[in-house]
């Protein structure tokens, strides 16, 4: 059972990266999927959730209108788009299980119960 999350890098401020969550081992579509995201000496911040069929997305308002997310159950993945990106968005990502939406794009302890490796994202010029 494992959830991965990739396609961080190194990107200008402006530019755009999508980052992927890959469930392998459970179907991906039984769960509401998170993204989290974690900057060096800072807490864990929310970033979006989206339900488990894909009709609700949520986003922080620090990101709304900038990411988008999506998902393809019958690929188990799930997409956060990354447009406009600022150096305050630089962070590891981490995409993450939960049985619902319950903090809108918000992060709160408890919500999220699986985790997946994070990926780096780095915006500098």
């Known amino acids: 059972v494992q959830l991965q999350a990739s396609g961080g890098g190194l990107v200008q401020p402006g530019g755009s990266l999508r980052l992927s969550c890959a469930a392998s081992?459970?179907?991906?579509?039984?769960?509401?999927i998170g993204w989290i995201r974690q900057a060096p000496g800072k807490e864990r911040e929310g970033v979006s959730c989206?339900?488990?069929?894909?009709?609700?997305?949520h986003y922080a308002s620090s990101v709304k209108g900038r990411f988008t997310v999506s998902r393809d159950n019958a690929e188990n993945t799930v997409w956060l788009q990354m447009d406009s990106l600022k150096p305050e968005d630089t962070a590891v990502y981490y995409c993450?299980?939960?049985?619902?939406?319950?903090?809108?794009?918000?992060?709160?302890?408890?919500?999220?119960?699986?985790w997946g490796q994070g990926t780096l994202v780095t915006v500098s010029s």
């Open positions: 081992g459970f179907p991906l579509d039984d769960f509401a």
């Open positions: 993450a299980t939960a049985l619902g939406c319950y903090g809108g794009g918000d992060y709160f302890p408890g919500v999220y119960d699986f």
């Open positions: 989206i339900s488990r069929s894909g009709d609700s997305t």
